[in-house]
């Protein structure tokens, strides 16, 4: 069984970067596309990024320019590397497939964005 484990969280400044690393416990490689999302206080989970199998990558709009999505399948990691930082990214942050499996679920990384 799949287990998705979330880090790299944490407190930055506005402008500020920061790596999230999701690293699955199973074989994730066959999953076609994974993708992070994330969730800020009172508001619905919401996809930001995901990456394909074959490398093709897609961002929401808020994020484009900023964030880059990365996927190891020999070390069974998906990445997001975060630029220029602002308060509105505050958020849990979350990997899953796309579309998420309800299994796959793990504690998130919390992400704040403050001065």
């Known amino acids: 069984q799949v287990q998705l484990v979330e880090s790299g969280g944490g407190l930055v400044q506005p402008g500020g970067s920061l790596t999230l690393s999701c690293a699955a416990s199973?074989?994730?490689?066959?999953?076609?596309?994974m993708g992070w999302y994330r969730q800020a206080p009172e508001k619905q989970r919401e996809l930001v990024a995901h990456i394909t199998s074959t490398g093709n990558s897609n961002y929401v709009d808020f994020v484009k320019g900023r964030f880059t999505i990365s996927r190891d399948f020999a070390k069974n990691t998906v990445d997001l590397q975060m630029n220029s930082l602002q308060p509105e990214d505050t958020a849990v942050y979350y990997c899953n497939a796309v579309p998420p499996r309800y299994e796959f679920w793990g504690q998130g990384t919390q992400v704040t964005v403050s001065s």
């Open positions: 199973g074989i994730i490689s066959s999953i076609n596309a």
